[in-house]
């Protein structure tokens, strides 16, 4: 019976035994516990969503007492929106093109052809990027020809898409030019640099929701604080919400004044990180603010930049809230954004369409940041 | 005249350069604060002061009122409209903002510590078995069956076929992934979380909110807190581990402490995002579990343009907002910075 006996100092080495376990399993199982909650949350609320929505794209989706009812429709959704009856409304009112519109799209063309025939004759071709970039080419060709077909056009009227697009390039361009200036002019040592930056902050903070309210009071030109202004100038009885252009105006300038702070922050914390010997050196020698910029500060804050408008370019096609506060996508369709347009068939219990809309969206942001990565910011980056 | 544009010290900017800086930096700054002092006073006007043409300074151009004010949070016909999606506001920001941190911090926590070799055979036959379950759905199997029928594929050809592939992938390629993420317009995704929230009775619940929220902002999390946790000198927890402390109390005592600056930027900026969400809040709420960003926008269709309703509204979303962002400025920018530049 003696043997049988656990002695304490024993005891206590087997508490400890299963002690060391313990730590080991859950020293193992830390390494899964932290990470796998956050995959499965975007697994489950992104990824699966994302192929749920590539089913319903091709699908009619009815809710009888409640319960969806999902139907096959093939590409029913996705021919509407191309060529049937909502083509309108995507892409638009084609107009007979002018001269100067295939002017403009032959040069775009020549440019496409010279880039192509200069990436077949370098030493880095392959048989794969050949064929990517003639795909590229000719989805880049039918967004130009779509851009001109109903911009420059008599009676062409632009689709969501288009307007889309107005607004994530004119947009991202002010703001970047705008936040580099304003940066530019801050990292100097001047006083008050503290009062700026958190002023200058100010707008991105806002709910996009208030800022389209915001300008919707500046622009009322009878009631709002600018309405002596356009007085004086005689466009007293002028509302920005009743033609196309004007209602754009509006929402480009709402978006450029909320996101000018995103660009400026970000681009004075790069111009701030540039180094200062080269700078003084430069100063030193004599160079002017001009040379000195374009080859001495561009240069370093380049790679930040393309960044910056890469984050810009894809956040900006997700506008919504503010076309839709301020005209509600109107007059017509000329500041309806795709977001909203695929929100409006969703409210109309169409929501084959709005997955299928969203797909094409996907498709057109997918393309313009890859375009851009490989070609615009790979080559600015390289070449400086 | 000359030396006016000519610097004592070559470093600074001359006295007649640095007038032009001020001049454009005062032009921005009247661009920044002038809409927001209009908000401010008209939400202090009455619809007569609003609409008999501009009135520019309070107690000179206009007597300031607090109709508006009693009207929308003290007028029971107005039916106190605000205080609901206030506290829904505050309620979901906070309770998402928090999860998206506790589960992005883990995450962020072991992309950083940990060596992972997800292989892409096994992810490639996963996706591949989902196409299988989704296809079994819309032949008209019961979905139930559908999945056990993905997944015992799944497992059966992980076991077999896929420890025949060797490749794999690091931790810098799942962090890309999940900010990756961040690049699908949320439109892409809402119908079907939509859809399955509408099965499960949860539409207008904070509960679908706080979800979807904490799905929309995890990525950003793991993205600001990575390259903070990459900060933290890893010796500090070698010394814990040689001491016998385990891995929760490392992170518990050692790097939690270090890092809780990092912490509080990054659940301050997807606070904001959280105050400010539109689109998901605008399919997957109604009445019950609206938010301000939806009330303020409902002021358009219901009631044409009160300005001096609209203003009040506006001003009682954003001044928690503004009040942060003065306090925090500095939070704000880094925080968004490690972001930005990493990516």
Redesign the interface.
């Known amino acids: 019976m003696e043997t049988a006996q656990i002695t304490p100092q024993e005891r206590v080495q087997t508490v400890k035994n299963v002690a060391e376990r313990v730590?080991q399993w859950?020293?193992d199982s830390?390494?899964n516990?932290?990470?796998l909650?956050?995959?499965l949350?975007?697994l489950?609320?992104?990824i699966?969503?994302?192929?749920?929505?590539l089913?319903?794209a091709f699908a009619r989706?009815e809710f009888q007492r409640?319960?969806?009812v999902i139907t096959?429709v093939g590409t029913a959704n996705f021919a509407k929106l191309l060529i049937g009856s909502e083509q309108r409304h995507f892409l638009g009112r084609f107009g007979d093109i002018n001269p100067i519109g295939w002017a403009i799209f032959l040069a775009f063309a020549a440019f496409m052809i010279f880039m192509y025939v200069r990436y077949l004759l370098s030493p880095r071709r392959s048989l794969f990027g050949a064929i990517l970039r003639i795909v590229a080419i000719v989805f880049g060709g039918a967004l130009a020809l779509l851009m001109i077909a109903t911009l420059t056009t008599e009676t062409g009227l632009p689709g969501t898409l288009v307007v889309t697009l107005i607004f994530v390039f004119v947009g991202v361009t002010a703001q970047y030019l705008l936040g580099l200036?304003?940066a530019l002019?801050?990292t100097?040592?001047?006083p008050g640099k503290r009062f700026?930056?958190?002023?200058?902050?100010?707008?991105m903070?806002?709910?996009?929701?208030?800022v389209?309210?915001?300008a919707?009071?500046?622009a009322d030109t009878?009631?709002?604080?600018?309405?002596?202004i356009w007085q004086a100038i005689g466009l007293g009885a002028f509302s920005w919400g009743d033609s196309a252009s004007g209602a754009r105006t509006v929402v480009l300038l709402g978006d450029i004044?909320q996101w000018t702070p995103?660009m400026f922050?970000?681009l004075?914390?790069?111009l701030e990180a540039t180094s200062r010997e080269q700078i003084?050196a430069a100063?030193?020698d004599g160079a002017t603010r001009l040379s000195m910029f374009r080859y001495i500060i561009l240069p370093q804050i380049l790679p930040?930049s393309t960044?910056?408008v890469?984050?810009r370019l894809?956040e900006a096609?997700?506008i919504?809230?503010m076309p839709?506060?301020l005209l509600?996508g109107g007059p017509g369709t000329a500041t309806e954004s795709?977001?909203l347009h695929?929100?409006k068939y969703?409210a109309s219990l169409d929501?084959g369409s709005?997955?299928a809309?969203?797909?094409l969206?996907?498709a057109v942001?997918?393309y313009i940041?890859v375009v851009y990565v490989n070609s615009v910011r790979r080559r600015l980056v390289e070449n400086l | 005249m000359r030396n006016l544009f000519k610097a004592r010290n070559p470093f600074d900017p001359s006295p007649g350069w640095m007038g032009f800086s001020y001049l454009i930096l005062g032009i921005w700054t009247l661009i920044c604060l002038f809409p927001l002092y209009w908000l401010l006073i008209t939400a202090f006007k009455t619809p007569a002061d609003v609409n008999n043409g501009p009135r520019y300074l309070p107690f000179v151009d206009f007597q300031p009122s607090l109709q508006a004010w009693q009207f929308l949070l003290a007028d029971p016909t107005s039916g106190n409209m605000v205080s609901r999606p206030y506290i829904n506001t505050i309620g979901v920001g906070l309770l998402s903002s928090l999860f998206a941190l506790l589960l992005g911090a883990g995450a962020a926590y072991a992309l950083t510590r940990f060596q992972y070799r997800p292989q892409p055979a096994a992810i490639a036959t996963f996706a591949l078995c989902i196409g299988l379950a989704i296809l079994l759905i819309a032949i008209g199997i019961a979905w139930p069956l559908a999945v056990i029928i993905g997944l015992a594929v799944f497992i059966l050809l992980l076991q077999t076929i896929g420890r025949r592939f060797k490749g794999t992938m690091s931790n810098n390629d799942i962090g890309f992934w999940l900010i990756s993420q961040r690049m699908l317009p949320p439109i892409t995704t809402i119908v079907p979380i939509y859809i399955v929230f509408q099965q499960l009775r949860m539409l207008d619940t904070w509960g679908a909110l706080i979800i979807s929220y904490v799905a929309a902002h995890l990525p950003l999390v793991v993205w600001f807190l990575r390259d903070y946790f990459q900060n933290i000198p890893i010796e500090l927890e070698e010394s814990a581990f040689i001491d016998g402390a385990s891995r929760y109390q490392m992170i518990w005592r050692i790097v939690l402490p270090l890092a809780v600056p990092g912490l509080i930027a990054t659940f301050l900026i997807i606070l904001v995002f959280a105050w400010n969400e539109y689109t998901l809040a605008l399919f997957l709420t109604n009445a019950n579990a609206q938010t301000m960003p939806l009330l303020v926008a409902s002021q358009n269709a219901t009631r044409g343009p009160q300005w001096w309703n609209i203003s009040v509204l506006v001003v009682l979303m954003i001044a928690p907002i503004i009040v942060a962002a003065i306090v925090l400025e500095r939070f704000i920018a880094r925080g968004l910075l490690v972001g930005a530049l990493k990516g």
């Open positions: 730590a859950s020293e830390a390494k516990v932290l990470l909650p956050a995959i949350v975007v489950l609320l992104s699966f969503p994302l192929l749920v929505s089913y319903l989706v409640g319960a969806p096959w200036g304003l002019l801050v100097q040592n001047i700026f930056r958190v002023v200058f902050l100010l707008p903070m806002i709910t996009p929701v208030g389209g309210f915001l919707r009071m500046l009878v009631k709002g604080p600018l309405a002596p004044w995103f922050i970000m004075l914390a790069a003084e100063l030193v930040v960044t910056l890469l984050i894809i096609f997700k919504i809230d839709n506060i509600g795709l977001t695929a929100y969703w929501l709005s997955a809309l969203a797909y969206m996907l942001v997918t940041a």
